[in-house]
Nanobody, 124 residues
């Protein structure tokens, strides 16, 4: 497993931007697919975006396509989620997750390491 620490959440007005970061430690980061998930109150955790271990494949939920961009810097053991044109419905706790050897997988149970989460609140 790897240890994950998210940062970059906060309060922003609709139309604004935030960049989430997830710093990993403990294992060879480049061997892990990295995902961003979010969970709003009384809703199930949903996959927002995933980037494969090789950087060559990505996934975006339909609700964030064209607005969010996932990237990773294996030299810094960090994955990012750039979120632009934020909407109130993006309000949730955002979690970073790591899955060793995974492809672009959207199922939370497939990931074996999770961060503590960071709150994103978008006001209208």
């Amino acid at each position: 497993q790897v240890q994950l620490v998210e940062s970059g959440g906060g309060l922003v007005q609709a139309g604004g931007s935030l960049r989430l970061s997830c710093a990993a430690s403990g294992r060879t980061f480049s061997n892990y697919a990295m995902g961003w998930f979010r969970q709003a109150p009384e809703k199930e955790r949903e996959c927002v975006s995933v980037i494969g271990w090789s950087n060559s494949r990505t996934y975006y939920a339909d609700s964030v396509k064209g607005r969010f961009t996932i990237s990773r810097d294996n030299a810094k053991n960090t994955v990012y989620l750039q979120m632009n044109n934020l909407k109130p419905e993006d309000t949730a706790v955002y979690y970073c997750a790591a899955g060793r050897g995974l492809g672009v997988t959207t199922t939370p149970l497939a990931y074996d390491s999770w961060g503590q989460g960071t709150q994103v609140t978008v006001s209208s």
